[in-house]
Each structure stands twice: as C-alpha cells, then as structure tokens.
C-alpha cells in the first residue's frame, strides 16, 4: 500500500515570497490533515478535510495560509506571503474513515521550509 | 479538549537499558491516546494507540504502554533499547469523537551504545 506522498521535501523561500505544497493521502482515506511542526515543537494542526469539505480550520493563519482539497483527494496548502516564522516542517496525514480522534493518522515524509 | 503533556523533552539510555518516556493526559471524558515515533528524515509511524479496549496496549517494535485512569498517565515503555530506537516519540491524545487530537511536544530518546 502506498503511503502518504508529500511534494517538494525542501523548499527555501524569501519573506515575502508564496509558496506551495502538495500532499496526496493514501487511496479510499476520507480525512485529509495539514500540519505544521517548528522546530523543537510537536506538530500543530492547520487544517483538516473530510473528503473536499473543511471541518477545522480554528489554527490556520487565513491571512496568508490557504488549502485545498479539490475532488476529495490530494490538497495544496499555499502561503501568501511567506514569513520567517513560517519556517517549519509541513505535515501531510490522512486517516480512515477520519470522523473520530480514535482514528489512526498515516504521515507523509513532511516538506522543510525555510523562509530566509 | 483532550491534552497531553510529555515530563521528559530529553530521555538518555545506554543500549541494553529499559526505555520509560512519560505522558500524562486531562480529559473529562475517556480519551483515546497514541503515542508515535519520528526517525530524522522520516514521516510520523504509529507505535500504539489506546481506545478504552484494554489498558496495557502493545505496539510495534517491542514498545508498550499502560493507560492508568487514576494517574492520567499512559507512559511508553520497552524494556530492552536498541539503537535504532533513537528518534523522537509524541503522545497524542483525543477526546472521542469528532474532535482533533493533540500533539504532545516531543520526547527525544538518546541511545549510547
């Protein structure tokens, strides 16, 4: 079973700069989650989707964060423009069915941004 | 919401030595609870997770961990530690239902040969 794919694995940027990452979950898994993990930090959740409908996203910086879930698969998550403290490891999970927080998540490898 | 605080951000044991990373948790309701492991370079793994089935939960690797309600505590063990069982481990908890869990901060496990 393919994992959970996540592009680009690095990525640096100027401030000011947008920036976008793509995620694909594992096929038939309904939640799709985008996390955001600083440095010396346990990950922190932006966003997440249950099939092409968000359903939480109270932590997502809307003012410059963007994402999407069109056709209830894959997902891009935009920054607009970028900040320093946007540095951060970017996490893709998604689970099945997705509805409870018993529901085990399945990572992807992550994209390292460095705003510079 | 459910929260999880991890005691150690920085655990050392010598190879060989038994493996204790504690996690403690606040819910009014019966949490569901995981803990996970990150290797440098790699994706978040599962290693187990507790839904209230049984409270002595094995996962992978010859980790375990024990749900105590009257400590809120569900701390992982492994009584032998291997090299490669350095990384980084997180407890999560859930409050049940449909509700996003939570990340703890971290515990990073340190093995010297």
């Known amino acids: 079973e393919a994992g959970v794919a996540q592009s680009p694995r690095y990525k640096i940027i100027e401030k000011r700069q947008s920036v976008a990452f793509w995620c694909n979950p594992i096929?038939?898994?309904?939640?799709l989650y985008w996390y955001q993990q600083i440095l010396g930090q346990g990950p922190k959740l932006l966003i997440q989707?249950?099939?092409?409908?968000?359903?939480?996203d109270s932590q997502l910086p809307k003012d410059r964060f963007s994402a999407e879930r069109l056709k209830g698969v894959d997902s891009t998550l935009k920054i607009q423009p970028a900040k320093l403290e946007d540095s951060a490891v970017y996490l893709c999970?998604?689970?099945?069915?997705?509805?409870?927080?018993?529901?085990?998540?399945?990572f992807g490898p992550g994209t390292r941004l460095t705003v510079l | 919401a459910q929260s999880v605080t991890q005691l150690d951000s920085h655990v050392s044991v010598s190879e060989g030595t038994p493996v204790l990373l504690r996690c403690n948790y606040s819910?009014?309701?019966?949490?569901?609870l995981f803990w996970y492991v990150q290797h440098p370079n790699k994706g978040l793994q599962l290693l187990l997770k507790?839904?209230?089935?049984?409270?002595l939960v094995k996962g992978i690797n010859g980790f375990e961990a024990e749900f105590k309600k009257s400590e809120t505590s569900f701390h992982l063990t492994k009584p032998s530690a291997h090299m490669s069982d350095a990384a980084e481990y997180f407890c999560?908890?859930?409050?049940?239902?449909?509700?996003?869990?939570?990340f703890g901060i971290g515990t990073k496990l340190q093995v010297i040969p």
């Open positions: 096929s038939g898994h309904a939640t």
């Open positions: 507790y839904t209230s089935a049984a409270t």
């Open positions: 989707f249950q099939n092409n409908g968000v359903v939480d």
């Open positions: 999970a998604s689970s099945y069915p997705g509805r409870a927080s018993t529901d085990t998540q399945y």
């Open positions: 819910s009014s309701y019966s949490p569901s």
């Open positions: 999560v908890g859930g409050s049940g239902g449909y509700q996003k869990v939570t």
